[in-house]
């Protein structure tokens, strides 16, 4: 499980594209790369996962360099609803039990 | 994906006491894990619910004070025992459907305050 480091608060503006970047510099053979979404009084929500180059869903792109010790959370047009903590994890993938550990997040405030 | 639920949603117990919290899943699924989160904080992972088996627990938590029950593949409980005011949190359950998966569910949570 390797150990992330993210800013601890990011604002934005209703219709930009937030980027968040998250460092994992001994991140694993093994590890890919997850982004969950949480908001006030609701259990996180998986938003994205990936293990390199550039993987996009209906909700977010995940961009990680070859090297793989950072990774970028691309939320594009953001609105209000957006406003949450966003987590970064790196864990094993096949692992035993599959644990997650959550580091401190970054809060993302979406202004009008 | 799962639905899970969680009771009760919250509660104010004295201290001393104890309180079970249940979660429940709508579908089978292979891993439960029982969370911690302290308002305004982050997630601790207080340990895994193993079917048929003890829980595995995380430095810092021990089956006295958290015991943890895991029946079947689809309801797992856990108590917070002797409560104290250091206890009050939101407790959250999450599950995985595939063994090793990240992509985890989780619970709405479990208000607790302990006065």
């Known amino acids: 499980l390797a150990k992330t480091t993210q800013p601890i608060s990011m604002d934005s503006y209703e219709g930009q594209e937030v980027n968040i970047t998250c460092s994992h510099n001994n991140i694993a053979t093994n590890d890919y790369i997850t982004w969950y979404q949480q908001f006030p009084s609701q259990g996180p929500r998986f938003i994205i996962q990936?293990?390199?180059t550039k993987v996009t869903n209906e909700v977010a792109s995940l961009f990680i360099p070859a090297d793989r010790k950072s990774s970028t959370l691309s939320l594009p047009r953001v609105s209000l609803s957006d406003t949450a903590v966003y987590y970064c994890?790196?864990?094993?993938?096949?692992?035993?039990?599959?644990?997650?550990?959550f580091g401190k997040g970054t809060k993302l405030s979406v202004k009008p | 994906s799962a639905v899970i639920s969680q009771k009760p949603s919250r509660d104010i117990c004295q201290r001393g006491t104890s309180l079970t919290i249940q979660c429940q899943v709508d579908s089978q699924v292979t891993m439960m894990f029982w969370y911690r989160q302290q308002p305004g904080q982050s997630l601790t992972l207080i340990a895994t619910a193993n079917q048929g088996s003890e829980a595995t627990y995380e430095s810092g938590f021990v089956i006295d004070k958290f015991p943890i029950s895991r029946p079947n593949l689809t309801f797992s409980t856990l108590t917070v025992s002797n409560m104290s005011p250091e206890d009050s949190s939101i407790y959250l359950c999450?599950?995985?459907?595939?063994?090793?998966?990240?992509?985890?569910?989780f619970g709405p949570g479990t208000r607790l305050t302990v006065t």
């Open positions: 994890l790196a864990p094993s993938y096949g692992g035993s039990q599959g644990n997650l550990i």
């Open positions: 990936g293990y390199k």
């Open positions: 999450s599950v995985t459907k595939t063994s090793g998966s990240a992509e985890q569910y």
